[in-house]
């Protein structure tokens, strides 16, 4: 069983619509949970953290956590062709280690 | 632009060849790890420097590579005797010294491909 799980899409959608982007993770022990975005041919860039559960809001993005469920989501709301990307959750497996553990990853596309 | 910078961003090779890509973190960032990312899934981690050190090595980083980081500034990373599975992305990202462990900054990456 892989240690981060991601739906890899693709995930089509209109512009302006609310976007849930979801991974589940196999270790309670895992304390960083990270989203990613990448553009095709570029590297990845961190768009949120989040280090307990609930949620985090950042503009149009919203990072949630549930530790009971293992499970961390992240939704876009508005929606634009610029937001098209593969979108990659991470975690830290343990603060004793630098490494980050990513998903597969999930293709966006927004439809203008 | 003050980015990560990796070079060359592509590089084609042939079966047993020697290929080293370079990378140029951040200034002032003491941290510097490289992924490889095959097409369709997520990076992976292969090794992590602090300063000129290296702490952290994965199971995937083989016998046929080698990373250096000779004066805790730019990296190398060197695959030998290159297979064909070898045909990824390579990805390197560095991070401050008073950085937390997800602020990672990553570079554009170097495209290997090996016929």
């Known amino acids: 069983q892989k240690e981060v799980e991601q739906d890899p899409g693709p995930l089509s959608v209109p512009e302006g619509a609310i976007v849930s982007l979801n991974c589940t993770y196999s270790n309670s022990a895992f304390q960083y949970f990270m989203w990613y975005r990448q553009y095709s041919r570029k590297g990845p860039e961190l768009l949120m953290y989040?280090?307990?559960?609930g949620n985090k809001e950042d503009g149009r993005f919203t990072a949630q956590v549930d530790k009971s469920s293992k499970y961390i989501s992240l939704f876009i709301r508005d929606s634009q062709p610029s937001d098209s990307a593969t979108y990659l959750c991470?975690?830290?497996?343990?603060?004793?280690?630098?490494?980050?553990?990513f998903g597969s990853g999930t293709r966006l596309q927004v439809q203008p | 632009d003050t980015g990560v910078s990796q070079d060359p961003r592509h590089k084609i090779t042939k079966r047993g060849q020697n290929v080293t890509f370079r990378c140029d973190p951040i200034?002032?960032?003491?941290?510097l790890y490289w992924y490889r990312q095959t097409l369709g899934q997520g990076p992976e981690f292969l090794t992590y420097?602090?300063?000129?050190?290296?702490?952290?090595k994965s199971r995937l980083l083989s016998d046929r590579f080698s990373a250096e980081r000779p004066k805790g500034s730019f990296s190398t990373l060197e695959i030998q005797r290159t297979e064909q599975g070898d045909s990824a992305m390579y990805l390197c990202?560095?991070?401050?010294?008073?950085?937390?462990?997800?602020?990672?900054?990553f570079g554009p990456g170097t495209r290997l491909t090996v016929t």
């Open positions: 990202a560095s991070s401050s010294p008073a950085g937390a462990v997800y602020e990672q900054y």
């Open positions: 991470a975690i830290v497996r343990d603060t004793g280690r630098r490494a980050l553990t």
């Open positions: 989040t280090y307990s559960s």
């Open positions: 420097f602090q300063n000129e050190a290296q702490l952290e």
């Open positions: 200034s002032e960032h003491n941290r």
